[in-house]
T-cell receptor, first 113, second 113 residues
Framework: EAQVTQNPRYLITVTGKKLTVTCSQN?????MSWYRQDPGLGLRQIYY???????DKGDVPEGYKVSRKEKRNFPLILESPSPNQTSLYFC????????????FGQGTRLTVV | LAKTTQPISMDSYEGQEVNITCSHN???????ITWYQQFPSQGPRFIIQ???TKVTNEVASLFIPADRKSSTLSLPRVSLSDTAVYYC??????????????FGRGTSLIVHP
């Protein structure tokens, strides 16, 4: 079954404590992306990756890092989380070629206190 | 990536047909129009994609006029479970570097009993 798996689903952490949200896909897609969703603001893109070792900033990259060492994994790293990064995060994997549908993970609800 | 404009919210009642229109005046020749649906606390999921005229699947229809400067997502006989946010995206597909989707705020559809 085609899927994108994010972990953890829920996380409460304290300001400044580094954390990583993992994302893995089993569709061999080249393209992956991270979004955050806040009330009234829709989905905003944080970072995206066109392929292994190729990443680029989206609309709201400040305070985040990503890596793409292998095709299936695209972790989101918060080196020093702050309360304004409290949000719902989604990872997506996007098919290339004629199949450009985006598949989303279940979401990670992060609270930074 | 062509900019899109869609209503922020819409209300309907069970059993009615709902039409959500998206404007994309700067759509390029190679751009496709894609719609996603998002339920609360879930990632968006692909509904339908089209290039011109009409596309229909088991969930919805997509109407695209000849000038392609707008498109209309049509949901027949909506039910309470169609309450969701609907996103209109425009972008080129089938080529390397297909734009990673940027979602914006979408249209929040509320279906009333």
């Amino acid at each position: 079954e085609a899927q994108v798996t994010q972990n953890p689903r829920y996380l409460i952490t304290v300001t400044g404590k580094k954390l990583t949200v993992t994302c893995s896909q089993n569709m061999n897609h080249e393209y992956m992306s991270w979004y955050r969703q806040d009330p009234g603001l829709g989905l905003r893109q944080i970072y995206y990756s066109m392929n292994v070792e190729v990443t680029d900033k989206g609309d709201v990259p400040e305070g985040y890092k990503v890596s793409r060492k292998e095709k299936r994994n695209f972790p989101l790293i918060l080196e020093s989380p702050s309360p304004n990064q409290t949000s719902l995060y989604f990872c997506a994997s996007i098919g290339g070629g004629v199949n450009t549908e985006a598949f989303f993970g279940q979401g990670t609800r992060l609270t930074v206190v | 990536l062509a900019k899109t404009t869609q209503p922020i919210s819409m209300d309907s009642y069970e059993g009615q047909e709902v039409n959500i229109t998206c404007s994309h005046n700067n759509i390029a020749t190679n751009d496709y129009i894609t719609w996603y649906q998002q339920f609360p606390s879930q990632g968006p999921r692909f509904i339908i994609q089209g290039y011109k005229t009409k596309v229909t699947n088991e969930v919805a229809s997509l109407f695209i006029p000849a000038d392609r400067k707008s498109s209309t997502l049509s949901l027949p006989r909506v039910s309470l479970s169609d309450t969701a946010v609907y996103y209109c995206l425009v972008g080129e597909r089938g080529l390397p570097g297909f734009p990673i989707p940027t979602f914006g705020r979408g249209t929040s559809l509320i279906v009333h009993p």
